[in-house]
């Protein structure tokens, strides 16, 4: 597979003052585990005087969402293609650059705008009418033209100018991922996942409380000083039930689950479609 030059790529880390306590941890993991990237920028509100190896720090000013702040960093970036993920996302095994860029090579090819580095299952991608790449093993073509959050904050490594074009207005995390999909239609944009595992990391957060998984690494492995609550056993299985039917179960059984949660007093910031 064709390859591209390292400083195609950049990396963004976008975070804020509030998740402020998982930046050493997430930098250590991110410098021992994937440290031939492209340059990196964590990308926060508050200005802060904090120094870390290899990243750059942004800051896009007090009160600034996250839009404004992937703004900042691209305004420091000079990259064609950004890696963007959350900084709750934490490397725990090793990134090997060259299949970060042999992504990018796949991208170059099929004119990808947005690509996400976090797999799926072949059953589900075939369900909503995803194809694998003829050429490159491993790659999915997925189709955006239904549905939500085929475009997501996992981890993924973006088009410059797509990325910049979805930034037009001020929004929280949660409204920012759910204009995502929409917009891409709108845009016209061609979209992908890789199920390669290229990018392998621990989701450590949730509604601000630390993930059951996680608490058990961060007890293996003391990288973390911060005093975040864990979630609870019945309140992290309510979160994976909730996704596992939005995965499993065909759509419109789906909608009528959710018109019934969102009666119930249930919140989604997806629209019921």
């Known amino acids: 597979m064709d390859t591209v030059r390292k400083t195609d790529y950049e990396m963004i880390i976008c975070t804020c003052e509030k998740f402020s306590d998982l930046w050493d ?38 009160g600034a969402k996250i839009t404004g702040r992937i703004s900042a960093a691209l305004s420091e970036s000079s990259a064609e293609y950004i890696l963007l993920c959350l900084e709750d996302y934490f490397l725990t095994e090793p990134v090997e650059d060259r299949k970060i860029r042999e992504a990018i090579g796949f991208m170059e090819e099929e004119k990808i705008d947005y690509l996400r580095l976090y797999g799926a ?21 997925r189709n955006i033209s239904e549905g ?53 990391f621990l989701d450590v957060i949730r509604k601000g409380k630390i993930l059951r998984k996680a608490a058990r690494y961060f007890q293996k492995n003391p990288i973390y000083s911060g005093n975040r609550e864990k979630t609870g056993f019945f309140e992290e299985f309510l979160l994976d ?33």
């Open 25 to 62: 941890a997430n930098i250590l993991l991110l410098n021992r585990n994937f440290p031939e990237r492209g340059k990196t920028f964590l990308a926060t509100d508050f200005p802060t005087g904090r120094i870390f190896e290899k990243v750059t720090v942004v800051s896009a000013g007090e």
């Open 241 to 273: 039930f909730r996704t596992s039917l939005r995965r499993n179960l065909p759509a419109p059984l789906f909608l009528i689950l959710k018109y019934i949660m969102m009666k119930l007093g249930m919140k989604f910031y997806s629209p019921l479609e």
């Open 148 to 200: 939500s959050y085929k475009i997501s904050l996992y981890p993924g490594i973006w088009r410059r100018d797509f990325l910049l074009s979805t930034l037009g207005k001020e929004l929280d995390p949660w409204e920012y991922e759910v204009s995502l999909t929409e917009y891409a239609r709108s845009f016209g944009a061609k979209c992908a996942i890789s199920c390669r595992g290229e990018f392998p």
């Open 121 to 141: 299952s072949e059953k589900y991608l075939r369900r909503e009418g995803a194809r694998e790449s003829g050429k490159y093993k491993g790659f999915w073509l």
